[in-house]
């Protein structure tokens, strides 16, 4: 059964850095996509970033492309959303999210692409 634990949320002001960790357990990332999503209060879940299951591709949404970067660490199973110059509009709960098995779809920004979910981090960007 594979789980995903998130950490590394806080309250920062804008401008500032956050460094998300999202670790496995039950399986490791390898060869598995990753991705990152947001939820703002009272909005839909959206797409951040994804990193292909071979840890080389990344996508990321426009709003966080320059900003945030998306890694794995393969020897503590983690994978990583490095946010910098974060803004008061990146205020939301984050999840990572994995594939059960591996689906190389050709697009990861769908939910639908992930099957398994973290509870979510809260980053809080004050202005």
């Known amino acids: 059964q594979v789980q995903l634990v998130e950490s590394g949320g806080g309250l920062v002001q804008a401008g500032g850095s956050l460094r998300l960790s999202c670790a496995a357990s039950?399986?490791?990332?390898?060869?598995?996509?990753m991705g990152w999503f947001r939820q703002a209060p009272g909005k839909v879940r959206e797409f951040v970033a994804a990193?292909?299951?071979?840890?080389?591709?990344?996508d990321y949404a426009d709003s966080v492309k320059g900003r945030f970067t998306i890694s794995r660490d393969d020897a503590k199973n983690t994978v990583l959303l490095q946010m910098n110059s974060l803004k008061p509009e990146d205020t939301a709960v984050y999840y990572c999210?994995?594939?059960?098995?591996?689906?190389?779809?050709?697009?990861?920004?769908?939910?639908?692409?992930?099957?398994?979910w973290g509870q979510g981090t809260q980053v809080t960007v004050s202005s």
């Open positions: 990193l292909s299951g071979n840890g080389v591709s990344t």
């Open positions: 039950g399986r490791t990332f390898s060869n598995y996509a």
């Open positions: 999210a994995t594939e059960r098995i591996r689906s190389y779809y050709a697009n990861y920004r769908p939910p639908a692409a992930y099957d398994v």
